[in-house]
């Protein structure tokens, strides 16, 4: 916040952004007035009335726009990325003094907060459209850390992140949330039912992990196996159910197409009858058939 | 300070744009080309793409285009004063094309019975349908979502900000579904029709130290297709030559929840917490017990099931740094849904053909889940700190094998940064998954080999660990990053079902920024999955075991360029993802045989590039390469099982480009001068 004792400080820059501009005025520096930083009729904007302009966000800068001696080296201002020589925690608390109360309840404490991450990992505030905030290039951004999951959305099983019609935030919440994972659902059922709601019930006849945890049967950053399905049916089955009769035989290359083709193998196996695994409403449907 | 006025600041007034207007040629039909993007039909697409805004004393107006003439579009607007209010309005579509080369003899009746060929004489076998390979018609499967919202903010004082946001999401199209006729199954298209209301409305208070929010949440669904009927192509039994299942009935879901946090000076403590309830109602008309006007049953017990489920969420975290060195962190977290329906008596009618003389019960199943976690980590300089922390989680269930199931995780890190170039972190740790026991009882109860320990309720032991390096060195323009990462779970005491399973993931990214104007970047990922089991033909100790190995690679290279002068603009981008699944079991009854490796091998390219030839006019063009082949053994042909009627798709193996060129206006003012 501007304030009249701030202009008494004796380490602020003389005219304030015009002071700046006399050495930054690349089109770079000066995108940033295509973005709402550089609001001045909005108060709170760091170009708003009485507010400290660029150092609202760079900090007091009169030592570094002030006159050096000849091979003196300019005092640094805060400046922001992970070259810089300013702490995280001191560049996240420039941001956070004004954008405290929009990243939410759980910020401190979150995993993006216990290992570190700057605010300007994420964001380019200089940037006339920041990335991270446009669906179509957020998961790039994300993906220069979380290095495992851009691999993961590459298999061909995957939610649409690499074709930029899906984003992280979809299901996560960056800036942080209680839920594990940083989900942005209460749970993770409550994340997957914000798109796949037909999925909710509750049903009359459930399948009990499914209420629980859709994870148990898929990989939502993608698979190798259709559904995104963390194993190839009929054995993912075979890894909860053993009841007596079909359900508990093996089914090797004996049952494929060109042997003896087997229903429990080949098609939608354990599927090809028992395909309302989510749940049935059927009064008849105990057996997740109908 | 206050008196700054900022003379040379050249804030932002009037009109900007930029629109690309275009034509692309897609070379080939391909309908997982298309999936999410749209590019499903070969030929030629008409497309616009575009940003803009509008900005007038403190008011501003965004908006967003894309990819307009595909079924992939986004429409993306927000308006408003900056720090009073803003308007936002989106429309977005996203297909999802899944299959073209399936084929079906169901078409579909104006009351939405899947209908047979007229004349089809049903046989007990695919191969016995005589009519089959004459009725066959093309159905590509693949759904369409459309989401339109609307939203608002308001900031009718300082310390208060008003939200609200209404989303409706469509799904239309046609989806698989396969249903069985007593001994046999048909694929059936499916035709859907689903749509969701969201509701998210609030009120959120913000001072220096307390943030609240107030915060409702609803969600509707409503289908419009909720049960599905088909005629049979298999011989049955009489009266079962119509078949009905119902599908997802409409359901609603309401949640309440507050959400605060309270920054305490003493300590540089941030205590924050969470409280939702929530309730969700489905309460959707049964279709009957059965069609088949032969079968006798009860009377259901009631027109619907007037389920009920309740949710609680309720959460405590408490981060404090007591001393700069050191940060300690507690939360606590409960998840609880407990399910209200009733229980009640219900006829057992297998598909539609006889009734199997069973009476059964419901089972509304709930849990509740408590976790809890302690950390804290110690800087002992700026360049080297450690980590430690301690989790523990209960589950509680009803009505299954285990009703009680406790994890304890311990985990350490540390982060050491030797140098400004070099970032090292590693972390590892090891949990326990015990239970109560494992009822036998009830697992005999529902049908289960005693033995059998299903793996999201079994005892569990893991171990994992990650290393993760970034190195980037000041003098030079280089960057690189890895991390690999395993974890290992052994399920020791499971005699029958998953005994274990590893996970191994290592990445690697290069990147190089070759000039100002040039970049090159180079990514490794590779994801490999293993798996035992063990299975068991007869009630009683395994007989069977399959191992399973589920390797990934993905290869991604490109780069982007921009001479100095500004007017042109390059960017290439290829991938390449390799997937292969080996599948080998062991059996008493057959010995050992694998199964043949389910291959998926992906080539994606993209080019883009664009050349200004004046200020505002420039010129585009894009590529779009992808190479897709799958082998997988599942997919099969109508007529290759006796007894399920398949859809008949093929594992997909294409080969398209989308090559496309365009023009590009820009409105407003391109270079940003400094005012005078």
């Given amino acids: 916040q501007a304030t009249d004792e701030g202009a008494e400080l004796p380490d602020y820059s003389r005219k304030g952004a015009d002071t700046c501009f006399q050495c930054h005025d690349d089109q770079a520096t000066l995108a940033v007035f295509r973005t709402k930083h550089a609001m001045p009729q909005d108060p709170n904007s760091p170009f708003g009335h009485g507010q400290l302009q660029c150092e609202a966000c760079h900090g007091p800068a009169g030592d570094h726009a002030g006159r050096v001696r000849r091979g003196q080296e300019r005092p640094a201002i805060l400046a922001f990325g992970s070259m810089s020589t300013t702490s995280i925690a001191d560049q996240n ?137 963390s194993m190839r049916a009929p054995m993912l089955c075979q890894s909860c159910h053993s009841q007596d009769g079909h359900p508990s035989v093996p089914q090797d290359a004996g049952g494929l197409a060109s042997n003896i083709p087997s229903a429990l193998l080949l098609g939608q196996s354990c599927l090809n009858c028992h395909d309302q695994v989510h749940g049935s409403n059927h009064p008849s449907g105990s057996k997740l058939m109908r | 300070t206050s008196d700054w006025t900022c003379e040379s600041c050249p804030f932002e007034q009037g009109y900007r744009a930029e629109i690309d207007a275009g034509a692309t040629n897609v070379s080939d039909e391909a309908a997982r080309f298309g999936n999410y993007t749209g590019y499903d039909e070969d030929g030629a697409y008409a497309d616009v793409d575009g940003h803009g805004s509008y900005v007038n004393d403190g008011y501003r107006l965004d908006w967003t285009v894309e990819d307009l003439g595909l079924d992939s579009r986004v429409v993306e607007l927000s308006m408003g004063k900056q720090g009073v209010f803003e308007f936002r309005a989106g429309y977005r579509e996203l297909p999802f094309r899944r299959f073209d080369t399936s084929s079906t003899i169901f078409s579909r009746a104006a009351d939405g019975t899947l209908t047979l060929p007229a004349g089809w004489i049903p046989a007990s076998t695919t191969n016995q349908m005589t009519q089959l390979g004459s009725s066959l018609q093309q159905r590509v499967v693949g759904t369409d979502r459309q989401i339109v919202d609307v939203g608002a903010d308001w900031k009718p004082a300082e310390m208060f900000r008003l939200f609200a946001d209404f989303r409706r999401q469509t799904r239309d199209g046609i989806d698989i579904s396969s249903a069985g006729s007593y001994t046999q199954a048909a694929f059936l298209p499916r035709w859907v029709d689903h749509e969701t209301d969201q509701v998210d409305a609030g009120v959120q208070y913000r001072s220096d130290a307390v943030s609240l929010t107030l915060a409702y949440y609803g969600s509707f669904f409503t289908n419009q297709n909720p049960s599905l009927t088909w005629e049979t192509p298999f011989l049955t039994v009489p009266g079962a030559t119509t078949l009905r299942a119902a599908r997802e009935p409409d359901n609603d879901f309401s949640q309440i929840s507050l959400a605060g946090k309270y920054r305490m000076a003493a300590g540089n403590t941030v205590v924050a917490f969470l409280v939702a309830s929530g309730r969700g ?42 001393i700069s060195k050191l940060r300690v962190k507690y939360g606590y ?344």
């Avoid at chain 2, 997988?632 to 193996?653: F, K, M, N």
Wanted: aromatic share 12%; proline share 4%.
């Fill in chain 2, 281 to 322: 109602e489905q309460n959707a008309d049964f279709v009957p017990y059965t069609i088949n006007p032969d079968v006798v049953t009860t009377a259901l017990p009631g027109t619907s099931l007037d389920a009920e489920v309740n949710t609680v969420n309720y959460s405590f975290t408490v981060t404090s740094r007591p």
């Fill in chain 2, 333 to 676: 977290r409960y998840d609880e849904r407990d399910n209200k329906t009733p229980i009640s008596d219900w006829d057992r009618v297998i598909v539609d053909a006889l009734s199997s003389g069973e009476i059964e019960q419901n089972v509304p199943y709930s849990y509740d889940r408590a976790h809890m976690t302690v950390s804290g980590e110690y800087a002992f300089t700026n360049k080297f700190r450690l980590a430690a922390g301690y989790e523990w989680k209960q589950i509680n269930r009803d009505y299954q094998e285990v009703a009680e199931q406790t994890t304890e995780l311990g985990w350490g890190q540390v982060r050491w940064r030797p140098t400004t170039w070099l970032d090292l972190r590693a972390k590892g740790g090891a949990s326990r998954r015990g239970i109560d026991r494992y009822n036998e009882t009830t697992a005999i109860s529902l049908g289960q080999n005693p033995l059998m320990r299903k793996y999201n309720l079994a005892y569990r032991y893991r171990e994992f660990g990650e290393v993760v390096a970034a190195i980037s060195p000041a003098e030079l323009p280089l960057s690189f990053s890895t991390s690999v990462l395993f974890a290992d779970d052994d399920y020791q005491e499971s005699l029958v079902g998953l005994n274990g399973a590893e996970e191994f993931r290592i990445t690697a990214d290069l990147s190089w920024a070759v000039s100002d104007n040039a970049s090159i970047y180079l990514v490794y990922g590779q994801d490999k999955i293993d798996a035992h089991q063990t299975g068991a033909e007869q009630f009683g100790f395994w007989d069977w075991s399959a191992f399973h190995e589920d390797d990934f690679d993905h290869v991604g290279v490109g780069m982007s360029w921009r001479p100095t002068d500004g007017k042109f603009d390059f960017s290439l981008d290829y991938n390449r993802g390799n997937g292969e699944t080996r599948i080998a079991l062991d059996s008493l009854s057959g010995g050992p045989s694998s199964l043949p490796d389910l291959e998926s091998t992906l080539d994606s390219a993209n080019v883009k590039a664009s050349y200004a030839f004046s200020e505002r006019w420039s010129g585009t063009f894009h590529l779009r390469y992808e190479r897709f082949e799958l082998k997988d053994w599942a997919l099969v042909s109508q007529t290759t099982l006796p007894t399920i009627l398949t859809l008949g798709a093929q594992p997909y193996d294409y080969d398209v480009y989308a090559v496309g060129i365009g023009i590009r206006y820009r409105f407003g003012d391109g270079e940003i001068t400094l005012a005078e």
């Fill in chain 1, 93 to 229: 608390a420039y941001c956070a003094a004004c954008h405290d109360a929009d990243t939410g309840f759980a910020w401190h404490g979150s995993a993006h907060d216990d290992n570190t991450v700057a605010c300007s990992d994420c964001h380019t505030m200089h940037n006339e459209r920041d990335p991270v905030l446009a669906t179509s290039t957020q998961a790039e951004v994300c993906f220069d850390c979380h290095q495992q999951q851009r691999t993961q959305s590459m298999k061909p099983y995957a939610h649409p992140v690499r074709q930029g019609k899906m984003a992280c935030t979809s299901c996560h919440s960056p800036h942080g949330d209680t839920t594990e994972r940083l989900l942005a659902g209460s749970t993770v059922n409550g994340t997957c039912y914000d798109c796949h709601a037909e999925l909710r019930g509750p049903y009359l006849w459930e399948h009990a992990p499914v209420t629980e945890d859709c994870n148990s049967c898929h990989n939502p950053h993608g698979s190798t196996q259709p559904g995104m399905l």
